[in-house]
């Protein structure tokens, strides 16, 4: 069981540090500051240059059509019509990139370049305010409560036919006018779990 008094002895002798030794706990302070800032910068780097190889791509795979509806209109369901072939590109539709989510696919499913890709996926995220109610037809808007959704349309690329589509709800919200977290997982979900034609090793 965690113990509150743990926290509290770490934060009185890190206080009692900066008394004791103000110089040194200062260094270590502009070090620790400095560490995650030159992490993140090496991070940003790495993910540019992953991203590079998809620049002169990226117009041709948002000229699919149909497209996502536009917010607070669901993506209906549709299940699988055919297999996913090869590798896997997701790309944000608002933001007209590679989503973060790309990188968190399988290494065998995520395309590191336009000549890997065997299907495109298009994605939209969007914060939804909850409803409330005892049923769907007497739901109504709860004021200040908003949850994440994730819209997916799923295509073939060589014949730019649609493979599969899910609006996917996130958790609900931590509090108050705090949207919940995006469902990332459960995304990530659909899509490894929709049937692949994976590519040979």
């Not at 090496?42 to 540019?48: E, K, N, P, Q, S």
């Not at 060589?158 to 509090?175: C, F, L």
Request: glycine share 8%; charged share 25%.
């Amino acid at each position: 069981m965690f113990d509150p008094s743990i926290v509290r002895y770490g934060l009185a002798h890190l206080l009692g540090s900066a008394v004791r030794r103000p110089l040194e706990f200062f260094c270590f302070v502009v070090f620790f500051f400095l560490f995650c800032a030159g992490a993140g910068l090496v991070g940003c780097i790495i993910r540019a240059r992953a991203l590079a190889p998809f620049k002169e791509a990226l117009p041709s795979y948002f000229e699919l059509v149909p497209g996502l509806p536009p917010d607070g209109v669901d993506q209906p369901t549709a299940k699988p019509g055919k297999w996913a072939k090869g590798k896997m590109v997701v790309v944000n539709v608002e933001k007209r990139g590679i989503d973060d989510l790309h990188f968190d696919l399988p290494g065998d499913l995520s395309a590191s370049k336009p000549d890997e890709v065997g299907t495109v996926v298009l994605l939209r995220w969007e914060e939804r305010q909850m409803l409330k109610g005892p049923n769907a037809l007497l739901a109504r808007p709860e004021p200040g409560m908003y949850c994440m959704v994730g819209k997916v349309k799923v295509f073939d690329w060589e014949s730019k036919s649609e493979i599969a589509s899910a609006t996917i709800y996130g958790d609900p919200p931590p509090g108050y006018k705090i949207p919940g977290p995006k469902p990332k997982t459960q995304v990530l979900k659909y899509l490894t779990d929709l049937p692949h034609a994976r590519p040979a090793p």
